[in-house]
């Protein structure tokens, strides 16, 4: 028994790291300019998506601002409005690794993140990395309970939270402001802030994303500790719940 558990804790652990990477640098940071990070932090950040996620920022930066741009509607890349929420749900990552190929949207909405020296000897190789997040893991853990913490991290990362955030975050739920996105307070919790996304469609560049003193951005008290010891720089303002209409529903 003890040994499951340290599985499924450390597969939880990981998975937050990885959320909050992808909420605070690839999306806050490089996707919206709403923080500057300096280079030690840059270089931290991009090792802990390599060893957890392997993604290559340009590719999810551009994926990201292509979907701000056609918003739920024709060329949005993962939109449940089009697709339908169950299509979002389980095939997420098929609709973004074709978008992250296509070199026309990672020229178009990413030439500020053309692959630099780390990318190249590095990052690039999202595998690589991949393969040893898992082998740190089990010289922690051993083998067999290192090997499945990193396989439910990734089924719950790739499968669970980041499809969640698009399919949900798209389909229903609560509304500070008028647009298609929605929020879900609750999950926000377990996503980074991620699934107050309603409240970040309204205001892209705020790198706050909770608005009431009901909702609850994880990732908020994070960026404000960093900026505290000047790891980083707040750059967008905040916005501010007197911005916001009367929520449609609280979910």
């Known amino acids: 028994m003890t040994g499951a558990w340290t599985v499924v804790l450390s597969s939880i652990v990981i998975t937050q790291v ?3 990477a992808t909420s ?21 950040f991009r090792v802990a998506l390599w060893l957890t996620t392997g993604q290559s920022r340009q590719q999810w930066v551009a994926v990201h601002r292509k979907h701000h741009t056609f918003t739920d509607r024709e060329g949005d890349p993962h939109s449940p409005r089009l697709l339908g929420f169950w299509r979002v749900q389980l095939f997420n990552v098929a609709y973004y690794m074709r978008e992250a190929r296509n070199a026309e949207t990672l020229e178009t909405f990413a030439p500020d993140l053309r692959p630099d020296r780390l990318d190249r000897m590095f990052f690039a190789h999202g595998f690589l990395g991949l393969g ?8 922690l853990l051993g083998p067999w309970a290192g090997l499945m913490a990193g396989l439910l991290h990734a089924a719950c990362y790739v499968f669970v939270v980041a499809p969640l955030i698009n399919a949900l975050g798209h389909w229903r739920g609560g509304r500070n402001f008028e647009n298609t996105a929605s929020n879900w307070r ?35 008290p994070i960026i404000r500790s960093l900026a505290a010891v000047r790891l980083l720089d707040i750059v967008g303002p905040p916005m501010a ?11």
Not at 25 to 34: N, T
Not at 132 to 139: E, P
Not at 205 to 216: A, G, I, N, Q
């Open 18 to 20: 990885a959320v909050i």
């Open 24 to 44: 605070i640098y690839l999306h806050r940071a490089l996707a919206h300019r709403s923080l500057r990070v300096n280079a030690l932090a840059d270089v931290a």
């Open 132 to 139: 040893i997040g898992i082998g740190l893991l089990c010289a």
């Open 186 to 220: 609750l999950l926000a919790w377990f996503t980074g802030g991620e699934s107050l996304h309603n409240n970040h469609h309204a205001h892209p560049r705020s790198p706050k994303f909770s608005v009431r003193r009901s909702e609850f951005d994880p990732s908020w």
């Open 241 to 251: 719940w007197t911005r916001a209409t009367t929520p449609t529903s609280t979910p």
